[in-house]
């Protein structure tokens, strides 16, 4: 049997060092739940974990980033958080992203009230109605139904784990008594043990009694494995190793320097630390000193990380302080066409893009920033808005314009009038640059419509040329060859020529003006030796020309007929005018020969006049 100082009940038990002295940022092992919803008014119960053998921490959620975010993203988040995860774990997410969107409809509703209120309206009649509101309360009273559940069920747990850990306890109270051997009753008492370490957490209450009395009662049994020293030794070795991992692990850790996840990892090194056991009292106080060192090594390299955190949120601040200054720049001068707002927009974007890119700044200051940056938009949106707003007025004019064009062009389409319809589409599509800007899609079908009506016309005039052009060079040869054979022929009659004129007139449309002029010279040339006069050889010659133009309803014929008559009666008249006016410098005494000519010359100007009168009714009957 082994005596008293060679194997000293303390050294059963966790060190007191362990348990007493004070460490820097020693794992938090408790947290009060307590929320009060302002909207709903009720409380959840604050439930307060055991802190002396807590289970190591579950991995804590990444709060988003809900100031890049618009409302419906980040409801879309919380509900997604709610479906995916325990309500407790969560509440980070949910009361930063329910904040920021209250915050934004807050501003929404505020902004909205205003502006009725300047309107005139009273603000006990102002109602607005939010639908994402309503979206939000439904999300957050079903992610309160589920943390009051789990709550519920926690304090159940918690309930049924005070029950078998005081089991526990009874079972290695007992220990001592049971018939085994002490091999057996070890290996009992870890089996214990385990379940010990496995079971949860116990209310707050009692959390302290009973680890209190689990260490007792451990404590006797180990007095009572005085003799079973070796199986304890190899306990004790075990624990050991594990501890000098465990500071070797943190070591390694400390080697990269500081990050957040060495800090979140010394905090489950604390609890595993208390997990673990005793170690032999040799070392017991050496391997302790090297954990406290590592805890305040680590705790130095985490007042530095604070520090430069800091300084890096600084400069971030100032990097979204300038972001919103460029996004207030934006509307210092006001674009005054859509290209500019265009571009303005796409600018305003990507300060956007720069902004989310910058990320959430754990600061005061992140809030003002964050207000002056939606301010910042929302004045730039109103200015927008107020632009297009006019825009839209000024298309709905540019619309009236090019919906009268359209009108215009498919009312002449199926003109047979080519000159005129041609100058009246022509003039349309000068008015149709100039009728201003309409939206792509909808200026799209109306330029569609507009080109189809002036396509349509001038490929059917087009067609009509090509057609007349044909006839025409078919009118020109045959004139040409007519003119050749009239060389040779004799017109011995005016019926002679009347029938020429009429075979000339049979030939049709076309040819050249010339060809018309060489044929009038022609036949004047083989009417001349009938002696008829000039004026009867003429007007015969004119009737039956403007006959077989009717006939063929040769427009051009008859146009340049008019032509010639109207310039013979000008020409006739301006004559007689020069006459008379000339009169006046010739002596009034009676037999002055030079009298008498002028006044001879007078007569047969007015029978000119008369004889191109007379053409011009013979002409105009002719017509009807």
């Given amino acids: 049997m082994m005596s008293q100082e060679e194997l000293d009940p303390q050294e059963h038990t966790q060190p007191t060092e362990e348990t007493s002295t004070p460490m820097p940022e020693a794992p938090e092992t408790s947290k009060a739940v307590e929320e009060t919803e302002e909207e709903q008014n009720t409380e959840v119960k604050a439930i307060e974990a055991e802190d002396d053998h807590e289970s190591p921490k579950e991995r804590k959620l990444i709060i988003p980033d809900f100031d890049a975010l618009t409302v419906e993203q980040s409801l879309e988040i919380i509900a997604q958080h709610i479906d995916e995860h325990e309500p407790h774990r969560i509440k980070g997410v949910v009361e930063s992203g329910r904040s920021r969107i209250l915050q934004e409809l807050n501003a929404e509703r505020d902004a909205a009230k205003a502006a009725f209120i300047e309107e005139g309206g009273n603000s006990i ?23 009051r559940k789990h709550y519920g069920q926690l304090e159940e747990e918690l309930s049924a784990n005070l029950a078998t850990k005081l089991d526990i306890i009874e079972q290695i109270k007992g220990l001592p008594m049971i018939e085994g051997s002490a091999k057996d009753k070890y290996e009992t008492f870890k089996g214990l043990r385990e379940r010990w370490n496995n079971t949860g957490l116990v209310p707050k209450g009692d959390a302290r009694n009973v680890w209190a009395n689990y260490n007792h009662h451990v404590d006797n049994f180990f007095d009572y494995l005085r003799m079973a020293y070796d199986l304890i030794e190899i306990d004790y070795q075990n624990n050991l190793a594990e501890k000098v991992a465990l500071c070797e692990s943190l070591e390694n850790m400390l080697a ?57 949120n600084d400069e971030k601040i100032a990097a979204k302080k300038e972001v919103v200054a460029k996004i207030q720049a934006l509307t210092t001068e006001l674009p005054t066409k859509h290209g500019g707002w265009q571009k303005a927009s796409k600018a305003l974007e990507a300060l956007r893009g720069e902004f989310k890119k910058i990320g959430f700044v754990k600061s005061e200051e992140n809030s003002v920033v964050w207000e002056e940056y939606k301010s910042a938009q929302r004045e730039f949106n109103r200015l927008k808005n107020a632009f297009y707003k006019d825009e839209k007025k000024a298309q709905r004019v540019n619309l009236d314009k090019k919906l009268a064009l359209i009108e215009l062009a498919e009312s002449v389409k199926d003109s047979d009038d080519f000159a005129a319809s041609a100058q009246i589409l022509k003039k349309a599509q000068q008015d149709w640059k100039k009728s201003g800007y309409v939206p792509k899609k909808e200026g799209d079908k109306l330029w569609e419509a507009f080109r189809s009506a002036c396509n349509h016309f001038f490929d059917r005039m087009h067609g009509e040329r090509k057609a007349i052009e044909k006839q025409s060079n078919a009118a020109q040869k045959a004139k040409e060859d007519f003119l050749a054979g009239m060389k040779k022929a004799k017109v011995a009659s005016l019926d002679d020529a009347i029938a020429l004129s009429e075979q000339w007139g049979a030939l049709g449309q076309g040819g050249k003006r010339e060809h018309d002029q ?64 000339n009169i006046a410098f010739f002596s009034a005494s009676k037999g002055n020969p030079l009298l008498d000519a002028a006044l001879a010359k007078i007569e047969e100007q007015k029978a000119l006049v008369a004889h191109y009168t007379a053409m011009r009714k013979l002409f105009n009957s002719l017509l009807k």
């Fill in 518 to 581: 060489n044929f009038d010279t022609l036949l004047a040339e083989k009417v001349a030796p009938l002696g008829l006069s000039a004026q009867e050889v003429e007007a015969a010659l004119m009737q039956a020309k403007v006959k077989a133009m009717v006939e063929a309803d040769d427009q051009d014929g008859l146009f340049r007929q008019r032509a010639i008559i109207r310039e013979g009666l000008d020409r006739a008249k301006k004559e007689l005018h020069q006459l008379e006016n």
């Fill in 125 to 147: 009649d102002f109602h607005y109605d939010q639908p994402l509101r309503k979206q939000l309360n439904t999300t957050y009273g079903g992610y309160r139904d589920k943390l």
């Fill in 256 to 312: 990269g320097g500081a990050s957040a996840k060495i800090f979140k990892t010394l905090q489950q090194a604390h609890s595993k630390w208390k997990r673990i056991g005793p170690v032999p009292r040799e070392h017991k106080d050496q391997l302790w000193e090297r954990f406290k060192a590592i805890t305040n090594k680590v705790h130095e390299l985490r007042d530095s990380f604070n520090e430069e955190i800091k300084a890096q």
